[in-house]
């Protein structure tokens, strides 16, 4: 099995012993993004929705550099420090994910990485 690491500058780097993104049979699995800033490395004041936005676009980034897009997303998994945003969230993540969408899970989680409201975590195919 052969793998490769994607990363980019459009996206926030690692904070720890990871990559941004690994390609592997034909598939991009990411890393969780927070909704941090590239440009700042800081997670910026604003609404969940926000955050969303730049959740999103971190994401869009990995997949641009690993030669793909959203479109072609076929799993995410959104982590929540307030299960009470998911309907902010789930108008946020229409705005970037058109049908077929890709398959999701949700979850509540007791904290983030950086107090992060919001993580997401997807698989694209290539």
């Known amino acids: 099995m052969s793998k490769k690491t994607i990363k ?3 996206a926030p780097a690692a904070i720890g012993p990871y990559s941004q993104a690994v390609v592997s049979n034909g598939l991009l699995f990411t890393s969780g ?3 941090i ?3 700042t ?3 910026p004041d604003g609404s969940i929705e926000d955050k ?3 959740v999103f676009k971190n994401l869009e980034a990995i997949a641009t550099a690993a030669g793909t897009t959203l479109d072609n997303a076929v799993k995410t998994t959104v982590y929540l420090a307030d ?3 998911f309907q902010a969230v789930n108008n946020v993540y229409a705005h970037y994910f058109k ?3 890709p398959a999701r899970s949700a979850f509540q989680v ?4 950086l107090g992060a409201d919001i993580e997401v975590e997807a698989i694209f195919q290539l």
């Open 83 to 85: 299960i009470a945003n």
């Open 37 to 39: 800033d590239p440009a």
């Open 41 to 43: 490395g800081k997670i």
């Open 8 to 10: 980019t500058d459009r």
């Open 110 to 113: 007791a904290a983030l990485p």
């Open 33 to 35: 993004q927070l909704p």
């Open 52 to 54: 969303a936005h730049m």
């Open 99 to 101: 049908e077929p969408y």
